[in-house]
């Protein structure tokens, strides 16, 4: 069980009202080889980046390419990302600034994404910040809270691929372990976000 891990505190009181502190984390345009962050954005952010308009394009043109490489080759050069964990000086472990947090989950080539999806929102151990379909459309990227003051990220990113494989029998790309892990911004119109973010839009 790790009910006792999954706490994050990102809420302070402020006159009896919850004022929640939303996350922020090192967003960087395309194409992947560019490693300078351009700015930091937020949750709320990079919500409103998945739900709106400017990624359809190339997220249908991405669906549509059949071949792997040549597929792997345009998301890498078409789409911007993010790093969900934290803030970076340049993308990579030795030029983290600190952690945000938060870790981003890899589903892929899921069977029935929408039914682990909705299993992913009714799990009551670990919590839900963002969770969409990839670029590829056949799997998720879930972005959940982590208490960094427990355990660092790669063991927590253990705990959590332990519990989910005993749990519901799911195997996460091993990919998430690395803090520096880039997440392309695709379209997802049904993209899930926790309500206790959106009072801030």
């Not at 929640?20 to 080889?33: A, D, L, N, Q, R």
């Not at 682990?116 to 919590?127: A, F, I, P, R, Y």
Request: charge should be positive; hydrophobic fraction near 35%; include cysteine.
């Amino acid at each position: 069980m790790i009910q006792n891990i999954t706490s994050y505190p990102d809420s302070q009181y402020l006159d009896n009202q919850i004022k929640i502190k939303i996350p922020e984390f090192s967003f960087f345009k395309k194409p992947i080889s560019n490693t300078k962050p351009y700015k930091a954005i937020s949750v709320l952010d990079a919500y409103m980046l998945i739900k709106g308009h400017w990624n359809i394009e190339r997220t249908q043109t991405l669906r549509q390419i059949k071949k792997i490489e040549e597929a792997r080759a345009f998301k890498s050069g078409q789409f911007n990302y993010v790093c969900f964990s934290g803030i970076f000086s340049k993308r990579s472990e030795k030029h983290f600034k600190h952690h945000s947090g938060l870790m981003v989950l890899d589903f892929d080539h899921l069977s029935d994404v929408d039914g682990v999806k909705n299993m992913l929102l009714t799990d009551e151990s670990l919590e839900t910040v963002l969770l969409f379909r990839s670029p590829s459309g056949d799997g998720l990227k879930w972005v959940i809270t982590i208490n960094i003051c427990l355990m660092d990220h790669k063991n927590y990113f253990k705990a959590v691929s332990n519990y989910l494989k005993q749990t519901y029998q799911l195997e996460l790309d091993g990919s998430g372990k690395d803090v520096a892990r880039a997440c392309f911004l695709p379209y997802d119109p049904q993209v899930y976000i926790n309500p206790k973010y959106l009072s801030h839009e």
